[in-house]
């Protein structure tokens, strides 16, 4: 089962990386922009226990996003020691590119499975990494 599930995954990375090559965006990176897109104002914290990010890492990751111009850090209104994190138009703009770029290649990547079969996939594994 690891070594399927490894190949999938280099598979799925490599098509990735096909699909927002002019981006130099990784799948983690990603994440991190649609959920903030998804929850303007979140806090670092909290967006690192949502994507399951420790808190140095999230910090460099949002150093990264924020110095390539894609992230705004500002004070957050409820918590003096937090920032509200929020995209700048440079991050909306790539995330309009960027988002049916990835839906097309999730798309092109479960082809050969049906809407039913797709589901199942998601499913099993969702199931597979709550297996802990």
Partial sequence: MGYNLRKAQVALFQSFQNAVAPHDITPGQLGVLIMIRENEGLS??????????????????????????????????????????????????????????????DQGMVKDLSPEEQAQFIDFLRRVSRAK
């Fill in 44 to 105: 670092q914290s909290d967006l690192g226990t949502a994507v399951g990010i420790d808190r140095s890492t999230m910090v460099a990751v949002i150093d990264r996003l924020e110095s390539r111009g894609l992230v705004v850090r500002a004070p957050s209104p409820n918590d003096r020691r937090s920032y509200a994190l929020r995209l700048s138009p440079e991050g909306q703009s790539l995330m309009d590119d960027l988002i049916p770029r990835v839906q097309a290649h």
